[in-house]
């Protein structure tokens, strides 16, 4: 079972920085999450949930940090946020937490030390509300659902996860109400919850190509899914993207070859990401795939598979987190303890 990593978003506009802290971040048992501008960190702090944010104070010789530390207190407020800087002030340093930062160490910063000041102010945020929080609830929920699905194809080891942060990106790139975003997001989780209720699994971890009758098996979890997720009203959107999230923009897709816009935006976006992260992710009969050989296959089948407004949405995407959505699923089975098979 994968044991959730705290998420930290990590913005430096020097890549050896990057590289050197996100090392000693990653091996100290944090999920990571680069930026290289403050653009680009807004962009993230607005579509993804961190648990901590560290930050360069001066970029390209502005003091830009500000517009980090803002968008954090925003759009996380349960965040901690740590602010690095080379030009330390007294001044700048009780600016910093008077607006809401959690701490402010000098440059160059020891990358274990803000390992530990990490883990040691996650916990004491972690004691400091002892009532469970509805989103909590709903993470614990969520990460349950995904827990149950990786138990039986443990190669999909984070799967779940990752297609919700890459839909609630898509979602944000797409203008989805929050509403449909919320569903969406449930359905990432969920979308292959009708696997566990198949009667033989043995095919998820098979070598080689599956039968003809082992291929009809699989195409029954959609709707498997659909109608074991429950019927409450909330979830009926829920179900619908379960459903259709193996169909195709032409119509060649399962289970019920629904064609265009006939499929909904939200089940073409977890169509596209769902396809991203299998690509990515290395299974018994195969390996997972280089970025250019993955971009250029969501580029053949643009205007097929997918349709070709979401998948151009996704490229641009993948222009800026392709490399670390591709090393996600490695770094998550080696977190779950699942081991590599030839
Ligand atoms: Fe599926």
């Known amino acids: 079972m994968t044991i959730p990593r705290p998420s930290v978003l990590l913005v430096d506009d020097e890549p050896r920085t990057l590289e050197l802290l996100g090392q000693v971040l990653e091996r100290s048992g944090f999920d990571l999450s680069l930026a290289s501008s403050p653009?680009?960190?807004?962009?993230?702090?607005?579509?993804?949930?961190?648990?901590?944010?560290?930050?360069?104070?001066?970029?390209?010789?502005?003091s830009e940090g500000g517009l980090v530390l803002g968008a954090a207190r925003e759009h996380q407020p349960e965040a901690v946020v740590i602010l690095m800087t080379g030009y330390p002030a007294l001044e700048a340093a009780v600016a910093a937490v008077k607006q809401g930062a959690t701490d402010y160490l000098q440059k160059p910063v020891d990358p274990v030390v803000l390992a530990a000041y990490l883990h040691r102010s996650l916990k004491e945020r972690d004691m400091s509300s002892p009532t469970l929080a509805f989103k909590d609830l709903v993470d614990i929920l969520t990460?349950?659902?995904?827990?149950?699905?990786?138990?039986?194809?443990?190669?999909?080891?984070?799967?779940?996860?990752?297609?919700?942060?890459?839909?609630?990106?898509?979602?944000?790139?797409?203008?989805?109400?929050?509403a449909t975003r919320e569903r969406l997001e449930l359905a990432g989780i969920a979308h292959d919850y009708g696997k566990i209720y198949l009667d033989d699994?043995?095919?998820?971890?098979?070598?080689?190509?599956?039968?003809?009758?082992?291929?009809?098996?699989?195409?029954?979890?959609?709707?498997?899914?659909?109608?074991?997720?429950?019927?409450?009203?909330?979830?009926?959107?829920?179900?619908?993207?379960?459903?259709?999230?193996?169909?195709?923009?032409?119509?060649?897709?399962?289970?019920?070859?629904?064609?265009?816009?006939?499929?909904?935006?939200?089940?073409?976006?977890?169509?596209?990401?769902?396809?991203?992260?299998?690509?990515?992710?290395?299974?018994?009969y195969k390996d997972g795939w280089e970025l250019s050989k993955v971009v250029e296959f969501l580029k053949s089948e643009r205007g097929r598979h997918f349709d070709p407004a979401v998948v151009d949405e996704f490229l641009v995407l993948l222009e800026s987190h392709g490399e670390d959505w591709l090393r996600a699923p490695q770094k998550d089975r080696e977190a779950a303890g699942v081991v590599a098979a030839d």
């Open 143 to 178: 990460s349950m659902v995904a827990h149950t699905i990786e138990r039986v194809d443990p190669y999909t080891a984070g799967h779940g996860s990752r297609t919700r942060k890459y839909c609630r990106m898509m979602a944000q790139r797409t203008g989805l109400d929050d």
């Open 201 to 284: 699994l043995s095919f998820l971890t098979k070598k080689g190509p599956l039968t003809p009758e082992e291929y009809a098996a699989v195409q029954k979890h959609p709707e498997l899914g659909a109608k074991k997720l429950g019927h409450h009203p909330h979830l009926k959107d829920v179900c619908r993207y379960v459903a259709e999230h193996h169909e195709k923009w032409d119509g060649s897709g399962y289970p019920k070859q629904t064609k265009g816009e006939d499929i909904s935006l939200a089940g073409r976006i977890l169509g596209v990401v769902e396809v991203f992260d299998s690509l990515a992710t290395k299974r018994s």
């Open 39 to 62: 653009g680009s960190a807004v962009e993230l702090l607005r579509s993804s949930r961190f648990d901590a944010v560290v930050t360069d104070v001066v970029f390209d010789g502005w």
